[in-house]
């Protein structure tokens, strides 16, 4: 099977997800790999021992990034087509699809081999239960949860550029200036640590010993939607069904109950660790380390403990 991964860029690096995608494709077959326009991001990927494209088109919107993949899709004619699932990646994968008259299955976290093609493996209903589905045709998309797949491991790859320019028509949104909003700013999908407050935290000031555990342990603040809607963090911080889905190795959550919608979006998570005043919080169901107890006195008593470490 001839599988092409989408390597989406950020400032000169390739997002965490679109690295993890290599691993998946070189178990399904022969890879490809593509990037538009960022050749330093590229080249980070060639030493994961990818064999990058990067199509020059001269724009940066996501209109021309999918003016550009559907020529090279055409040209390479690969059999499945893999983005991270992040925002720019849930964009292209289906309008690609759409071009191409193909199926797009979305928030995959397994692919597996079946027969002559594969099957993709998908949480369904809040996470309850995996769904496996099976898409024909000659080509198919998807779009791949990060943390699914290992990083793969340091290898000789190449880079190679080549000219695939984009027709003016098919530039239909012009990008006037691009302003860096917070939510850019809080990478919860590339995170390691991430510590979480909930409702349990009380109030505005309670959330603060969140931020503070979240500074020493060099994590990311994350926030369930009860504390969102309190207005103790933005909504960039939301973890779950409805916010991010994460993977990190390490998931603190700080008196959050453990509901479906939360807890489906932090699986990924390598370990977690949850402190909650309620013994019985279905939040200890999945955590690797459960701390009974109030936050506002575990979580200093925590933080002591790093500190003279
Ligand atoms: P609660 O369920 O109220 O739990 C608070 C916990 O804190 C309790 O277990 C309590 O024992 C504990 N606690 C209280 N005080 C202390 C203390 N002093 N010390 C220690 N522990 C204490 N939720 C999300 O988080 N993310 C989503 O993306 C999301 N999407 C949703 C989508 C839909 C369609 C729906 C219907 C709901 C969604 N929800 C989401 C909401 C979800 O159902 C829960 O309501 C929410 O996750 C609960 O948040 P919580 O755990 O912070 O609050």
């Known amino acids: 099977m001839k599988v092409l991964v989408y390597i989406e860029t950020k400032e000169g690096s390739p997002v965490q997800g679109s690295l993890e995608l290599l691993t998946a494709a070189k178990e399904l077959g022969e890879t490809l790999a593509v990037a538009v326009e960022d050749k330093d991001a590229a080249e980070k990927a060639a030493a994961l021992g990818a064999?990058?494209?990067?199509?020059?088109?001269?724009?940066?919107?996501?209109?021309?990034?999918?003016?550009?993949?559907?020529?090279?899709?055409?040209?390479?004619?690969?059999?499945?087509?893999?983005?991270?699932?992040?925002?720019?990646?849930?964009?292209?994968?289906?309008?690609?699809?759409?071009?191409?008259?193909?199926?797009?299955?979305?928030?995959?976290?397994?692919?597996?081999?079946?027969?002559?093609?594969?099957?993709?493996?998908?949480?369904?209903?809040?996470?309850?239960?995996?769904?496996?589905?099976?898409?024909?045709?000659?080509?198919?998309?998807?779009?791949?949860?990060?943390?699914s797949f290992a990083k793969p491991e340091a290898a000789e790859g190449s880079v190679e550029e080549k000219d695939a320019p984009v027709a003016a028509e098919a530039l239909k949104a012009k990008v006037i200036d691009a302003a860096k909003e917070i939510a850019e700013a809080v990478d919860l999908e590339g995170a390691d640590v991430i510590v979480t407050g909930g409702r349990g935290m009380g109030d505005a000031e309670g959330f603060k010993l969140v931020e503070e555990l979240a500074a020493l342990l060099g994590g990311v603040v994350g926030a369930s939607r009860p504390a969102i809607e309190e207005g103790w963090a933005?909504?960039?911080?939301?973890?779950?069904?409805?916010?991010?889905?994460?993977?990190?190795?390490?998931?603190?959550?700080?008196?959050?109950?453990?509901?479906?919608?939360?807890?489906?979006?932090?699986?990924?998570?390598?370990?977690?660790?949850?402190?909650?005043?309620?013994?019985?919080?279905?939040?200890?169901?999945?955590?690797?380390?459960?701390?009974?107890?109030?936050v506002k006195e575990i979580i200093p008593l925590l933080m002591e403990e790093i500190k003279n470490r």
């Open 51 to 147: 064999k990058v494209t990067v199509l020059k088109t001269g724009h940066a919107s996501e209109d021309a990034q999918t003016a550009a993949l559907e020529g090279y899709i055409r040209e390479t004619q690969p059999e499945l087509v893999l983005f991270s699932g992040t925002q720019i990646g849930k964009d292209l994968a289906p309008r690609l699809a759409q071009r191409f008259g193909a199926g797009c299955v979305t928030d995959v976290t397994a692919i597996e081999k079946a027969g002559e093609g594969v099957e993709f493996v998908r949480p369904a209903y809040g996470g309850t239960v995996l769904e496996r589905l099976a898409v024909s045709g000659p080509v198919q998309f998807a779009t791949v949860r990060s943390g």
């Open 234 to 294: 933005s909504r960039a911080h939301q973890v779950g069904q409805s916010g991010k889905i994460v993977a990190p190795k390490l998931y603190i959550a700080c008196g959050v109950s453990g509901a479906m919608q939360h807890v489906s979006g932090i699986m990924g998570s390598k370990y977690i660790v949850a402190i909650n005043k309620d013994e019985a919080a279905s939040i200890f169901d999945i955590a690797d380390v459960g701390i009974v107890g109030d």
